[in-house]
Structure formats: C-alpha cells, structure tokens
C-alpha cells in the first residue's frame, strides 16, 4: 500500500524570460500593455532606430568603397605578375601583391563591420521570444535603455508546473512518474499531475567552505530537529493558462502510481482543505 505523501507547501511556477535589449538607445514605441498575452515575434517595442540606419548606410558605403579599390588593386597585381619580372623588378610585382592583399583586408573587415550593423538595426525592435504573458512591463516611449537592462519579463504559455516543497522525512513516498493531486490556494478545483523530478541536493546552511575549500561545520546543536524540504517539480496533465500565477500558493497530494479512487478522494480532499485553512 503507498504512503500517501501530503504537502502543503507548494506553488505553480513557470518558465520566465527576462527580456533585454542588445542595443542601447531611446524607447520610441512600446506596443504592448502590462499582463497583456502575446505571440512569438510579435513586437513589444522599438528603440530608436535613425542612428542605426546611419550606422548601417555608412558601413554599407565603405564596403562599396573597398569593393572598387579592391578590383583596381587586383588589376593592378594581375597585370605586373603577367608581365613578370622582364618588364620590372620582382619589388615592384611583391608591392602590388601587397598592396592588394591589405585592401582584401579592409574590405572583409568593412564587411564585417556592415553585418554587425545591420544585426544591431534589426535588435532594435525587441519581439517576444514565445508565446506568453508580458509582465512587470517598465519602459515607456521617450526613457533611454541600455543594453542588457532588463526592460519585461515574459511568462511563457504552456509552461506552468507546480513545484511543491517536501519534508525529508515524506519523499519515500515521491518517485518521478507518481501521481499528484494540486488544489491551489482558495479553490476547491483539483488539478492532476505527475511528478516530474526529485531536487539531487540542497543548501546546508550549517555547512560552509573556509578560504582553502575546507569544510566548517556548526558545532551547535539544536534541540529541535526540523526536517528539511526538498524541492519536487510535478508536471501538470492541463495547461491552465494564467488562471493560476506563478509564485501563487497551492496544497499538493502525492497518490502513488495511480490516481485516488473515489472513496479515498473525500477524505484527503477535506483533509487538504483544513491544511489551507491553517496556512
């Protein structure tokens, strides 16, 4: 017969983008609102984009300019080694090959040059990297932001789990693949799920490491021993969109390799409750 293992420390998380710009410069459109759900790609806003364009036409102008400089060069080298060195001096045929390999030089980095700015033109519209939820949403149309200060976060859709925080002394009765009951916080609705993974380790905070890497261990004991909570991640069976946040607060049941039958089910179900009620 499984233990049934009962949590009522729990919360639904989700994956979260913190979302930054890779170039600096003034907000000209936000074109989006807080909490607001979005598609992949879509544009959440612009920075301004004149000096970027001037950045990219005059990267563009140099790369035409060493284009032309470097076919009259290749002429130039062509034309002394057919002639060979019975029209003139080896120096002369060397100085033309020289020269031409210096300007292929300049012309490749005037090509990277260009790609460069055409990439930072285009990361000055700053899109959704997936479907979800624009959240905590600070940047207004007219603020500078820098690059790499996070301006949004992004909770991504479809991507919300439920991470309960279990006693030591219950994960016998938690294995990856076992069933789980989530009844969030202030609902009656029972969500169903699977464990999805068991945390391999967690801080001790009575041990540390001294300057050499050795270990210092607290020489206080306590009188009371409080069981440490490891971290489960349990899987939900539906997605519920954001009707429950991430970081909101929920009681979860561990049933075993199989879900509660229906007798079974009263009686935790209360039992969960009266645990919500208590916090």
Request: glycine share 6%.
């Amino acid at each position: 017969l499984h233990r049934i293992s009962l949590d009522a420390r729990a919360r639904f998380s989700a994956d979260v983008v913190a979302i930054a710009p890779d170039v600096a410069g003034l907000i000209t459109h936000v074109n989006v609102h807080d909490n607001q759900l979005v598609k992949k790609d879509q544009v959440l806003f612009t920075i301004d984009q004149p000096r970027y364009q001037k950045a990219l036409a005059e990267a563009e102008a140099d790369v035409a300019y060493y284009q032309v400089l470097a076919q009259e060069k290749r002429q130039e080298a062509g034309r002394r080694n057919r002639l060979g060195v019975q029209a003139m001096s080896r120096e002369e045929i060397d100085q033309a090959n020289n020269v031409l390999q210096t300007v292929l030089h300049q012309l490749a980095k005037a090509q990277a040059t260009r790609d460069l700015a055409k990439l930072d033109l285009e990361r000055t519209v700053i899109r959704a990297p997936a479907d979800g939820w624009v959240t905590n949403l600070n940047v207004y149309a007219g603020e500078f932001i820098t690059r790499g200060s996070t301006a949004v976060a992004l909770v991504k859709k479809n991507s919300f789990y439920v991470q309960a925080y279990m006693e030591e002394t219950k994960l016998e009765g938690v294995r990856p693949g076992y069933r789980a009951e989530i009844t969030p916080l202030g609902s009656n609705r029972v969500l169903k799920g699977t464990v999805d993974s068991v945390a391999a380790g967690v801080t001790n905070a009575s041990s540390t490491s001294d300057a050499k890497g050795m270990a210092t261990i607290d020489s206080n004991l306590e009188w009371v021993r409080l069981a440490q909570r490891v971290p489960v991640r349990i899987r939900l069976d539906e997605q519920q969109g954001n009707l429950w946040p991430a970081g909101t607060t929920a009681t979860v049941v561990i049933t075993g390799k199989q879900d509660r039958d229906a007798s079974q089910d009263s009686f935790f179900r209360k039992l969960a409750h009266r645990l919500r009620e208590f916090g």
